[in-house]
């Protein structure tokens, strides 16, 4: 199956997200992190957006609440602008994106910038400043 991937890097899905998204492999990069979790909330796997979160942050997580905010989110497309960090060798990255997104039926651009850290050797979201 080769459809695209929805986080909009002009590859196929099985080539990019989808190893990471059904965990058969890490994402090396905070950004490729990142862009996994823009495909896990296209695809409604708040699991794996759980799974990707640091452990401090996922302990007031509400994976249910998640799971509904999954559905009620439409993620039309990604925009990385810039990335500091966050490489193979680094143990924090931050990600400054756009993402256009339907919520409730009305379009909205969502503004963020991501920090991200490694736990365990893997690379976990910890938290955005949107504006
Ligand atoms: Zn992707």
Redesign the pocket.
Do not use: A, G, L, N
């Given at each position: 199956m080769s459809r695209p991937?929805?986080?909009?890097?002009k590859?196929t899905?099985d080539r990019?997200?989808e190893p990471f998204v059904m965990g058969r492999s890490l994402p090396e990069t905070a950004e490729k992190l990142m862009?996994?979790r823009?495909?896990a909330y296209s695809l409604g796997k708040a699991d794996y957006l759980a799974a990707t979160t640091c452990a401090e942050e996922r302990a007031k997580l509400d994976v249910e609440e998640l799971g509904q905010y999954c559905k009620a989110v439409k993620c039309i497309s990604l925009r990385i602008l810039s990335t500091e960090a966050g490489g193979k060798d680094d143990e924090t990255g931050t990600v400054v994106f756009h993402a256009k997104l339907m919520i409730n039926g009305k379009r909205m651009l969502h503004r963020e910038k991501s920090r991200f850290v490694r736990e365990e050797g893997k690379w976990m979201y910890v938290d955005g400043d949107t504006n």
């Open positions: 991937c929805p986080c909009e890097s590859k899905f990019c997200c862009r996994s823009f495909t």
